[in-house]
């Protein structure tokens, strides 16, 4: 069955500084990664997912992820942080077919101005 | 475009009283998904509709949780009675079809079971 690690539960970075939120991920064949961002009393909003392709994927606010399949990560990267970007953060994944998506336990962000 | 919409946005029961949630999709999503998301921890899927099908079930409690998707487009999802430990936020999502669809999901609503 697919898994996800999201190995830390907080991540702080000061304000303008580049971010990294990690991900790993565990599935039998190809995987449907995602990012997924949560403010308080909000829903999830999508900001990414890899399907196939380049290894880059860009999504929304400027956030990219970069496929690794060798080892098997996902990490969400920012390259200057905004205050207003501290959340909760998802990553999520599932096999090709009608499979799940399995979620991380989330890693919370906090930007520091 | 309108989001997915739920209703109601917080709800405090009692314990062994029955409660109910509603979801209104996105329009033209034909899948939608119940999941449940305990305080810090990534929501968990428990129940999956293509159309008014419920294709995926296997993690609904049975005993206690029923849902319907009449028509194919809203869905209710039900606690009956509700116990404690169903404190969390419910969240609805959905998506154009299953696979690698985006899965685009309401605020949810927050249950609090007293």
């Known amino acids: 069955a697919q898994s996800v690690a999201q190995p830390e539960d907080q991540v702080n970075v000061a304000e303008g500084n580049p971010l990294t939120v990690k991900c790993t991920y565990s599935v039998s064949g190809n995987p449907y990664l995602f990012w997924y961002v949560q403010y308080p009393n909000r829903g999830l909003q999508f900001l990414l997912k890899y399907i196939t392709g380049d290894n880059l994927v860009k999504g929304s606010y400027g956030f990219e992820a970069e496929f690794n399949k060798s080892q098997t990560s996902f990490h969400l990267k920012k390259p200057s942080a905004l205050v207003s970007d501290s959340a909760l953060y998802f990553c999520?994944?599932?096999?090709?077919?009608?499979?799940?998506?399995?979620f991380g336990k989330g890693t919370r962000l906090s930007v520091i101005a | 475009e309108a989001g997915v919409v739920q209703s109601p946005r917080y709800k405090i029961i009692e314990k062994k009283q029955p409660v109910a949630f509603w979801c209104n999709p996105i329009?033209?999503?034909?899948?939608l998904y119940w999941y449940r998301q305990n305080l810090g921890q990534g929501p968990e899927l428990l129940i999956r509709y293509e159309n008014e099908e419920a294709v995926d079930d296997s993690q609904l409690p049975k005993d206690r949780f029923s849902a319907e998707r009449l028509k194919g487009v809203d869905s209710t999802l039900k606690i009956q009675p509700a116990e404690l430990g169903d404190s969390a936020v419910y969240l609805c999502?959905?998506?154009?079809?299953?696979?690698?669809?985006?899965?685009?999901f309401g605020p949810g609503t927050r249950l609090l079971v007293l």
């Open positions: 999502a959905s998506s154009v079809r299953g696979g690698p669809e985006t899965q685009y």
């Open positions: 329009s033209g999503h034909n899948t």
């Open positions: 999520a994944v599932r096999e090709k077919g009608n499979t799940p998506l399995v």
